[in-house]
């Protein structure tokens, strides 16, 4: 033994036993959300065990989920790089309601899916430009997007329901044909979180977006372009 072992204080010893193990599932992210969602099945089966546990109702769950889970895979970008965005709902609305309108309706539905993206990327980059290099606040910035783009939907759609023209089939097949008793919107919804999932853990962007998140300032003495 040297000098130093000698010298060192003998501090108490924490056995790694059963205890650690179950202090460890407490530390799980999101337990509480998982909690919620097994509630309200269990609500769901008890109330109404006629209608909550039938294929068709889980096939139904999964493809409304589908619609907005893309959309959520997006904020999950924004919400772990530090940021906050409060106008994806609206944007949503005015991408489907421009994407619908009779003139764009007119080209195709190939077009009005291109037509729906360029909605999404325009006004994201918007957003991105005046939060990054206009200084301005996320919550601001995004608050005055979700009243433009709420706004904006309203006017365009006459405050009425947008319908698919039958030559515009396509975009109705994507909710309505189903591959191993699926919606198309489910696997879409699969392929876009596999997606996220790789950028945020497989790729240098996904490190760095975790990094600006946890700190910023650490993150630009790394070298690392935080705005």
Known sequence: MTEVDQAAPAGPRVAAGPGGRFGRLGEVRHLGL?????????????????????????????????TIGVITVGMTFVIIGGGIDLSVGALMALASVWATTLATQSYGPVVMIVCA?????????LNGILIAYGRM??????LA????????AQRMSNQRTQLV???NSLIVDLSTTRVLGLPLLVYVFALV?????????????????YAVGGNPEAARLAGIDVL
Do not use: C, H, K
């Open 34 to 66: 998982v909690a919620a969602l097994v509630l309200l099945a269990i609500v769901g089966l008890v109330t109404r065990p006629e209608n909550f546990a039938t294929s068709s109702n889980l096939v139904s769950i999964l493809a409304l989920a589908s």
């Open 117 to 125: 993206v360029l909605v999404g990327v325009g006004a994201g980059l």
């Open 137 to 142: 606040v996320p919550f601001i910035a995004t």
């Open 145 to 152: 997007m979700m009243v433009a783009g709420r706004g904006l």
């Open 165 to 167: 023209q039958p030559d």
């Open 193 to 209: 979180v596999l997606i996220g999932w790789l950028v945020l853990n497989r790729t240098t962007f996904g490190r760095r977006t």
